[in-house]
């Protein structure tokens, strides 16, 4: 099995920043891309950033100018660092990985269970 867990939520004031970690464990054999996906009440969940094994990274419009998404490998890690926060950040923000447990498997989607990121005005 393997687990993924966020970190680094929290509830901040406008303009500040916050860096959002996830750390992949369990049963690994290795990992392809990872990412972060937003969801806020009563909106869909919505993609944050993506980043492959390769440190090739995209991003949806919202995040291109103020988000960066970096991990770290060895780790099983990858993180969000968010600058210049604003109120419609506001949302639970999931962790998720493409995971190949054993060699001869194909990868398959995990997902955190979510971190709470309030921004308030």
């Known amino acids: 099995q393997v687990q993924l867990v966020e970190s680094g939520g929290g509830l901040v004031q406008a303009g500040v920043s916050l860096r959002l970690s996830c750390a992949a464990s369990?049963?690994?054999?290795?990992?392809?891309?990872m990412g972060w996906y937003r969801q806020a009440p009563g909106k869909q969940r919505e993609l944050v950033a993506r980043?492959?094994?390769?440190?090739?990274?995209n991003y949806a419009e919202s995040a291109k100018a103020r988000f960066s998404i970096f991990r770290d490998n060895g780790k099983n890690t990858v993180y969000l660092q968010m600058n210049s926060l604003k109120p419609e950040d506001t949302a639970i923000y999931y962790c998720?990985?493409?995971?190949?447990?054993?060699?001869?498997?194909?990868?398959?989607?995990?997902w955190g269970q979510g971190t709470q990121v309030t921004v308030s005005s």
């Open positions: 369990g049963s690994i054999f290795s990992i392809k891309n």
């Open positions: 998720n990985a493409d995971v190949k447990t054993r060699s001869w498997l194909d990868y398959d989607d995990y």
């Open positions: 980043i492959t094994s390769g440190n090739s990274a």
